[in-house]
């Protein structure tokens, strides 16, 4: 059992761990193929969205919503369509209407009550504004992909959060959903972590490259994530 009474400080990736990225993301997607006649199933969309998200934060930094543009043109291009530039745009402007999982809430309230928290998402800060008055709790940090100028696997995201939490790495807790974007580079940096493995459409993967790791704690919710941490 993880003893949680070692840590003071736990970070969270956002999108697919606290929020149903998927459902925001399967939403989408599916307006825009409509719209040119396509139709693929979800763990095909999945899949494939999580290699696209790969391949467009490749290169020279930049903004999540321009990832995710991109993200858009690829399907286009894998599945012979142009798409416009307000589908384009549909996905990225899509983010702040994306829902927290049912149990997220509650077990951050809980968590609060013990811990410092922190966000660790890939994302520009203006989406994760839209996002944070949903999640209900102060977040004593907020780490993205724009101020650390990477994209998660990058360690520079999480050498950015070191820094900020002002905490060693043996007092970090870091939470995710991505064994690829989360689980390895913390691990890589002396960080305990847990994998918050979702119910998805594509099982134990979800909308991320696949990818092979031992996390030190596997949950299936954050609702079961605090009651892990309230045992210890």
Known sequence: ??????????TF???????????GILSALHRILAAHGQK???????KLYGD????????PFHPYREVLQSVVRRFGAQLGFSPTEEEARSLPDSLAGWKPWPDTVDALRQLKTRFRLAILSNVDDDLFAATRPQLQVEFDEVITAQQAKAYKPSLKMFELALRRVNAPAH????????????VIPAQSLGLATVWVNRPSARAGVGAVKAAEATPDLEVTSLAELAEAAKQT
């Open 1 to 10: 059992m993880l003893d949680f009474n070692r840590f003071e400080i736990l």
């Open 13 to 23: 990736d956002c999108y697919g761990t606290l929020i149903d990225w998927e459902a």
């Open 40 to 46: 693929l199933e979800d763990a095909a969309l999945l």
């Open 52 to 59: 696209f998200e790969q391949l467009s934060e490749q290169g």
């Open 171 to 182: 007092r970090v807790l870091h939470i995710g959903q991505s064994i690829y974007h989360d």
